[in-house]
Each structure stands twice: as C-alpha cells, then as structure tokens.
C-alpha cells in the first residue's frame, strides 16, 4: 500500500512531487491526487498524524483497493528509437501516445510522469545527462571501500576501520570519520555528528541501499529501517535511496570516496594508531585541509562554495537524535516482556501478543499496532530485573500490590501496642512477608467486627500465654469473651493436678535424695 502519511509529511518539508514519488516508488499522478483529495476533504497533516496509513487510505480512496489507479505504461524502446530520429521530442511521442492509449479505453501517464520513466530508461541504456543541482538540496552519503587501521595495543595487529563518507554535491564540502564497525550504531551516530559538523540539514538525503539504513528494495516499494525512518523524520529530511547499481545517482560521495582515500587514508597509511580516537584526530586534520584546499577548474574552496550554501540548509532541531533500536517481544502469562535480560510490565490484555518494543538508553516504549502501549525507565545492572506498573497488572493481582508490611504497622499503631506486636509476628513468622499479609488482614477486620478496644486486649491476652500468638488463637479469645476478664499475675490461680490413676509416682525430691546420696 502506498505510504499516504510519508507523501503528507515530505510534502510539508518541500520536497517536489518526483521527489516524493522517487522516494516512495509511486506514481507521480499518486502523490497529485493524494495532495488534492487531502485538500479536498480537509485533512491536515495534523489530523493525518493522528490516523493509520489504512484509515487515510479509505478517507481518501473509498471504494478502491489503495487508492491504485492502472495506467497504461509505454513502450519506451519504440520512444528511444523514435527520439533517433530528427525533429521528434518527447513531447510529440507522447501525443501519440495519449491518442492510442485513448482509442484502446486505457489511461495514460502525464506528461512529466511520461519523462521521468524515459529518464530511468534511459539510465538503464547507460546514457548520462548532466544534473544540476540546487543549495542545501542533497546530501549524500556512504561507507568508503577502503578501511584505515588502528593498532590493539595488547597484541599488535591490526583492527579495520571502517570510514563513513558524507558530501554536498552542490559545494562539494565534506565529512568523514572512521568506526570500527558498520552497524547500526554507528551508522546513525555517523549521521548525527555529520549534521552537526556541517550546521544543518538538506533537504534530502542520499544513501547507498545498504542494510543498515535500507530494510527491503522492490520493483515497487523501498522500506527504510525503522530506526533510519526516525532519523529522518527527527531531522525533518526525506530519505531517498540511490537505485540498486546505480552509482550515477550519487555521483558526487562516489567521487569524493575516491579523493577521500587518496587524500586522507592513503595519507595516512604510514602512521601507526593506537585508538580510534587518535586516528579520527588525524582523520579531522586531513579533512580540513581536503576542504579548503583550492580547486582546479573552479575559483576557491568548496569550503568557501559550503559558506555560501549554508544559508540554504535547514535548522537543526533544538536536540540531537537520540538512537533507538526495535525489537519484537512477546508478553508472558505475568504480564511482562523480557528485553536484554531485563522485565518490563505490559497491561495484561496483551498477554500472549507480539509487540514492537523501542529501546534507547534510558526509555524503553511497547508498542501494539503502531500505537504506544506503555513506557518504562530502562533498567541497567545486573540481569532480570523487573519493572512493575500496578495498572499493568489484573484486578486480582493488585489487591495484594496495595498492601505491604509498613501499611499493616501503620493501621496496628492506631489501635495498640500489643496489635503492633502481633502484625509483626505476622509479618516476620514467614520465609516471605507478604506470606503474612492475609493473616494481618484478618486480624486487623476483627477491630470492625469487635472493636478496637477488645482487638488490643485479646492481642495483649495472646501475648500473654505465647510470645507468637495465631490469628485463630486471638479470635478464640474475642468469641469467648476472654478479653473483657481482667488478667494479672496476682489473680493467676493454678488449676489443681488431678490424682494419678497409677497411684505412687516418684517426683523430683526423691531423684534429688538419691543423688545426695550418690
């Protein structure tokens, strides 16, 4: 389905309507009619945020399948062998084009979709035209084929390093730093140092399809990875990527690769580094003077051409790109997600769904269907931890989250010392606390039940006997009644012993006697 939200946003950024098309593998008619029936229907890019791409699709195209329209595409080796011939042009051809296509009942393609189609044809027959290109407009940008070197100071050899390539094509200004690897962390921290070098952003950003930046490439489509996409929209620029074995369509990092690996890496080639950081330093020096040294065939530096195009490139936001990674999880029958060894609570209706998990250093945000389910403060140390949101949890689960054992102290305080003593017999009697929390639950429901007066006294009594008293022991006494008795140690009368059914029984006063004499 045709990105609607993505032609909505490049759109407001100023981008053309081939442009859009390029990037997003569409028609140009497409991006024509979904600007004309947003404006029709009265969506803004605003309220368009707000909606998913299949919502705006039946907004816009009721009824069709997408909103695709079939149009009738041309012969273009029959064009490319016609605009052989002397006095025919494009324009001609595709009269006679529009005129078959409308005797056959077929729709044909515009006039400027109709040139841009015969452009990629012609591409494809290795045929060039020269392209001029406007300030702050494009920004290109790729990994050299040729590594640099740095030293492991342990053993002695040597580590590649990989060097990341950017340059304006209209200045010819650049921007290059060495990483030791090309994943997607330094991929995008490529991108966020490159625009602060340069001190804003083009319009459009120009990258090979390699797969940190570029997730699928079809006849039809191109889908950006997740976290470029970001990227992108964090800078407000428009991603359109350079077409498979096209080297043409980014000429200009094509050549500066080459300069930038005479000029600097080979340069470099007979000093030794012990760290990235030293070999980026020399990396710096050298690039300062690729960009200020003077050109042939063109009056001064491209560092002087970049003090002129600088006006035309956008702002930077008001905060750099914080990197994010995605990662799919599925949340467990306890309702948490485990991401890096570590537990993150989800609502509990998502048990056993998929879901899009965003991590950046110190967030990490779920998301269900495009939409943001929850969010929690990323947890670092050691493994399986867990972050708990009580909401997160089922209604049945809370009840017991809501109490824990300085509550129960704090309810037992207001109705005594002795019931203080004994919630915390309770609380300290078990292997866990909460094991105790039903029995302190109980015990403190008889102070409803009896009042608070006789709950203190039935737990003074219990105390009295045991100096770990049960809840069934102190309910014994309230039931019986045995708290309203006055009890001190001066009224203690022993109950007499029964006679021995066994008659004579020896006590201790004769195995004491017998050990006197002993």
């Not at 040294?293 to 914080?322: C, H, M, N, W, Y």
């Not at 009295?464 to 014994?476: D, G």
Request: hydrophobic content about 35%.
């Amino acid at each position: 389905m045709t990105n609607y939200k993505e032609i909505l946003r490049l759109h407001g950024l100023g981008i053309n309507h081939s442009q859009i098309a390029a990037a997003l593998s569409c028609s140009r008619t497409t991006v024509i009619a979904v600007l004309q029936k947003t404006t029709a229907l009265g969506i803004t890019p605003s309220k368009a945020a707000k909606m998913s791409n299949a919502e705006l699709a039946k907004s816009l195209f009721p009824g069709e399948t997408g909103g695709k329209i079939g149009y009738k595409m041309p012969d273009y080796e029959y064009v490319h062998r016609e605009m052989a011939k002397s006095g025919t042009n494009l324009q001609l051809l595709w009269f006679e084009y529009c005129d078959k296509c409308g005797e056959n009942g077929e729709i044909p393609y515009q006039l400027t979709q109709f040139k841009k189609y015969y452009r990629e044809f012609v591409t494809k027959t290795k045929a060039t035209m020269h392209i001029t290109r406007r300030p702050g407009e494009l920004l290109e940008v790729d990994w050299a084929g040729q590594t640099a070197h740095i030293i492991d100071t342990d053993t002695g050899e040597e580590i590649p390093a990989y060097v990341f390539v950017a340059a304006l094509p209209y200045s010819g200004y650049s921007y290059v730093e060495a990483f030791l690897s090309r994943d997607m962390e330094n991929w995008i921290t490529a991108h966020v140092n490159m625009y602060q070098f340069f001190g804003g952003v083009t319009r459009i950003l120009v990258p090979d399809n390699l797969k940190t930046g570029v997730d699928k490439v079809t006849k039809s489509e191109t889908i950006l990875n997740r976290t470029y996409q970001e990227m992108a929209e964090h800078y407000n620029t428009a991603v359109i990527p350079a077409r498979v074995r096209a080297p043409k369509d980014k000429a200009t990092v094509e050549g500066t690769v080459g300069r930038i690996s005479t000029w600097i890496i080979a340069a470099l080639r007979n000093q030794q580094f012990l760290s990235l950081k030293e070999l980026n330093l020399a990396i710096k020096d050298k690039l300062h003077d690729f960009n200020h040294k003077p050109l042939q065939k063109e009056i001064g530096s491209r560092a002087d051409t970049f003090s002129e195009e600088r006006v035309f490139l956008q702002p930077l936001p008001s905060r750099s790109f914080e990197l994010a990674t995605w990662k799919i999880a599925t949340v467990q029958y306890n309702y948490h997600i485990s991401v890096d060894s570590q537990n993150y609570s989800v609502p509990y209706e998502y048990i056993k769904h998929k879901v899009d998990v965003r991590l950046t250093k110190n967030t990490v945000e779920v998301f269900s269907g495009g939409n943001r389910i929850c969010s929690h403060p990323r947890l670092h140390g050691r493994p399986n931890q867990y972050d708990t949101t009580e909401t997160h949890m089922p209604p049945n689960h809370q009840k017991y989250v809501q109490w824990n054992g300085d509550r129960f102290r704090s309810w037992a305080a207001k109705i005594g010392v002795s019931t203080v003593s004994t919630i915390e017999v309770f609380l300290t009697s078990n292997r866990v606390e909460q094991q105790g929390y039903k029995a302190c639950m109980a015990l403190l429901k008889l102070a409803d039940k009896y009042s608070a007066e006789r709950l203190e006294s039935a737990c003074s009594k219990a105390l009295s006997y045991t100096p770990r008293p049960n809840y069934k022991s102190i309910s014994a006494i309230l039931k019986s009644g045995q708290d309203k008795q006055e009890y001190s140690a001066d009224s203690y009368v022993p109950t007499p012993s029964k006679p021995s059914e066994h008659g004579f029984v020896r006590g201790a006063d004769y195995y004491k006697g017998r050990d006197n004499q002993c």
